[in-house]
C-alpha cells in the first residue's frame, strides 16, 4: 500500500518535472551579462558602511522581497492555542521525549489547526537546541513511529486532489524517514520539530481556501491583493508560530533553534529566517529558484516557468517579472545576507541542475559582504567548490554527488556545522 502511494507520488512529480523542464536552459555559455543589486548601497544610493547602515539598509530589502516577490506576510491578529496532544518519554526505544502539539489558530471567524510533532534527546543537556522544518506529506512519514498522530481530517487522497492536497494519511508512514535522519539527530544532542506544509497553504491553487491560509483575508484592493503572500509566505508564517511554541516550552532552548528547509521548503525557511530573527540558524537544502539560487543567471528554474507551475507560491505581482529577472529590485545573495550575522548555510546537489547550483552558491558567496562588516568570515573564493567538500565560516556550503534530495550526507554536514556555533 505504501509504495503503491509513494509511486504515484513518483510519476506525479516525474510528470511535474518533464514538461516544466522543456522550457529550462541548461547552458552557461546562454547566461545574459549581469548585474546583482547592490548590497551595500541603500535605494537612494548611498553607501552602507555601518551595521547601523545595514540595518536601515536591511528593511528596504526586506520590504522588496516582501512587495515584489514572496508577498506581504499576513499581519492580522491571530489568535492561537497550544495544547500537547500526546507526549511519551520513551519514544524511539527510550531514547527520545515525543511530544504532539495542537496549534489551533482562529481569525475572521474560523479556526484552522497545525500539529507541531517534536522529538528531544531525553540524555541531553536541557534545555535542547533544536532543528525545525516543514514536511511534504505529514508527520508520520518523517519517521516510521506508529505513535506519530495522521490527522485524519487532514488525509493524503491521491485520487481526489492529486498530491498537492493538505491531507496526509497511515498508508504512507515512515516514507520519508531517510530524509529526516531522526536518529543522527537526537544521538547528536539536537531535539527535532516538524509540521505537515498542507495543513498551512495546501500546495495547489486554491489551496489558499483551505488550511490555516483560509483565516486571512485575501486584501481590500487590487494592489493589495497583488502584494499579498501566498503559499510560501504562509509556510513561513507557520515556522514563526512554531517558534512561538518553542519559547513556551522549558525543554527546547529557544536561542538555538535552527530552521531547515528542503526545496520549496527551502525557500519558505529561508523566507521565514530573513524575516524573523529569532532563529538562530538557517539551512537551505536544494532550494534552487526563489529560494538561494541567483534569478539573474536565467538558467534551470526561471521565474516564468515557476510562476507557470507554481502561480500560488509567490505574489501576484511577481509574475511581472516573468523573463525580466533584470528588473528585479533585489536578488537572492539580498535574501541569504538578511540571516547576517546569524550563520547560515546553502547546499546543493550535483545533478540538481534544475535548482542551479551555481547560483546557489554564488547567492551564499556575494552575501558575505554583509558577513564581513560584522567581521565575519564567510565564503572564500567565488570559484565554486568541488563535490563533497563543505565550505566556509559563517555561511556554510556544500555541493554534494546526487541528486534533488536530502540525504544523511547532507545532515552530517549541517550537524558538524550547527556544532561550532550551539556548543558552549
Ligand atoms: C519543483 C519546483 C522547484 C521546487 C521543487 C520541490 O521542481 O520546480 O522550484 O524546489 O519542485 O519543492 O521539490
Given at each position: 500500500m505504501k509504495y503503491y502511494y509513494l509511486t504515484l507520488l513518483l510519476i506525479f512529480f516525474s510528470f511535474e518535472n518533464y514538461a516544466q523542464k522543456e522550457w529550462a536552459v541548461y547552458d552557461e555559455a546562454l547566461i545574459p551579462e549581469y548585474q546583482l543589486p547592490a548590497l551595500m548601497k541603500t535605494d537612494k544610493g548611498k553607501d552602507v558602511t555601518t551595521v547601523k547602515e545595514w540595518r536601515q539598509r536591511r528593511k528596504e530589502l526586506l520590504q522588496h522581497f516582501a512587495t515584489e516577490m514572496y508577498g506581504i506576510t499576513p499581519g492580522e491578529k491571530v489568535k492561537v492555542q497550544f495544547k500537547t496532544i500526546e507526549k511519551s518519554e520513551q519514544a524511539l526505544n527510550g531514547k527520545a521525549v515525543r511530544k504532539q502539539i495542537l496549534a489551533t489558530f482562529s481569525a475572521n471567524g474560523r479556526t484552522a489547526p497545525m500539529n507541531i510533532l517534536i522529538y528531544l534527546p531525553k540524555?541531553?543537556?536541557?534545555p535542547v537546541p533544536l532543528f525545525v522544518g516543514l514536511n511534504f506529506?505529514?508527520?508520520?512519514?518523517?519517521?516510521?513511529?506508529?505513535?506519530?498522530?495522521?490527522?485524519e481530517a487532514y488525509c493524503l487522497n491521491v485520487e481526489e486532489k492529486g498530491v498537492y492536497n493538505n491531507k496526509s494519511s497511515e498508508a504512507i508512514r515512515g516514507v520519508q524517514s531517510e530524509r529526516w535522519c531522526v536518529d543522527s539527530i537526537i544521538n547528536a544532542g539536537y531535539g527535532l520539530a516538524t509540521i505537515y506544509y498542507g495543513e498551512l497553504?495546501?500546495?495547489?491553487?486554491?489551496?489558499?481556501?483551505?488550511?490555516?491560509?483560509?483565516?486571512f483575508s485575501t486584501g481590500k484592493n487590487e494592489k493589495e491583493k497583488n502584494e499579498q503572500g501566498q503559499a510560501i509566505s504562509i509556510w513561513s508564517w507557520g515556522l514563526s508560530r512554531a517558534m512561538d511554541y518553542f519559547e513556551t516550552d522549558e525543554d527546547i532552548d529557544e536561542k538555538k533553534i535552527i530552521l531547515m528547509g528542503h526545496s520549496r521548503l527551502g525557500k519558505a525557511a529561508l523566507w521565514a529566517g530573513a524575516q524573523d530573527e529569532r532563529f538562530a540558524i538557517i539551512i537551505s537544502n536544494d532550494s534552487g529558484c526563489g529560494g538561494a539560487a541567483l534569478f539573474r543567471r536565467k538558467i534551470g528554474e526561471t521565474a516564468r516557468i515557476i510562476n507557470a507551475y507554481f502561480p500560488h507560491w509567490f505574489c501576484g505581482k511577481f509574475k511581472q517579472y516573468n523573463e525580466r529577472e533584470e528588473f528585479l529590485p533585489v536578488d537572492q545573495h539580498a535574501l541569504i545576507a538578511l540571516m547576517a550575522p546569524r550563520p547560515v548555510y546553502v547546499a546543493s546537489a550535483e545533478d540538481d541542475l534544475w535548482a542551479d547550483p551555481k547560483g546557489e552558491y554564488l547567492s551564499a558567496y556575494h552575501a558575505g559582504e554583509v558577513y564581513g562588516l560584522y567581521g565575519l568570515k564567510a565564503l572564500g573564493s567565488s570559484e565554486m567548490p568541488p563535490v563533497n567538500a563543505p565550505q566556509g565560516n559563517y555561511i556554510g556550503y556544500h555541493i554534494r554527488t546526487g541528486g534533488h534530495d536530502v540525504t544523511p550526507y547532507d545532515w552530517s554536514c549541517y550537524l558538524t556545522f550547527v556544532k561550532r556555533f550551539l556548543s558552549e
Open positions: 540524555n541531553a543537556h536541557k506529506y505529514g508527520n508520520q512519514t518523517i519517521c516510521d513511529d506508529p505513535a506519530i498522530l495522521t490527522n497553504y495546501p500546495d495547489y491553487e486554491e489551496g489558499r481556501e483551505a488550511g490555516v491560509a483560509s483565516l
